[in-house]
């Protein structure tokens, strides 16, 4: 299925960031909450992302009032990974 597809795309390192974004952020996060990724600084938590997003799990918005500030949400696939997982 749709994990075992994943599975072989993503690191595990990325699964445990996508996790956290859905268990402890209901899946909208942005790159300023690193440390609840256990990552250092926020370039570190970048790549992971991109990876996810690369795959379709997560999408990132920039907020229109500030350019800067990005928002990163997952998709309706990543959800529907999240719950296949979980059955797994």
């Known amino acids: 299925g749709i994990v075992k597809a994943l599975n072989t795309q993503l690191r595990p390192r990325a699964w445990e960031v996508f ?3 859905a268990k402890q952020f ?3 996060f942005s790159p300023s909450d690193f440390t609840q990724f256990k990552c250092q600084n ?3 938590l970048v790549p992971l992302v991109k990876q996810l997003e690369d ?3 997560v999408s990132s918005v920039r907020e229109d009032s500030d350019r800067r500030r990005k928002t990163i949400s997952i998709t309706s696939k990543g959800w529907l990974a999240y719950y296949g997982r979980i059955v797994e």
Do not use: P, R, S, T
């Open 19 to 21: 996790e956290i974004a």
């Open 26 to 28: 209901d899946g909208k």
């Open 42 to 44: 926020m370039q570190a």
């Open 55 to 57: 795959v379709d799990l």
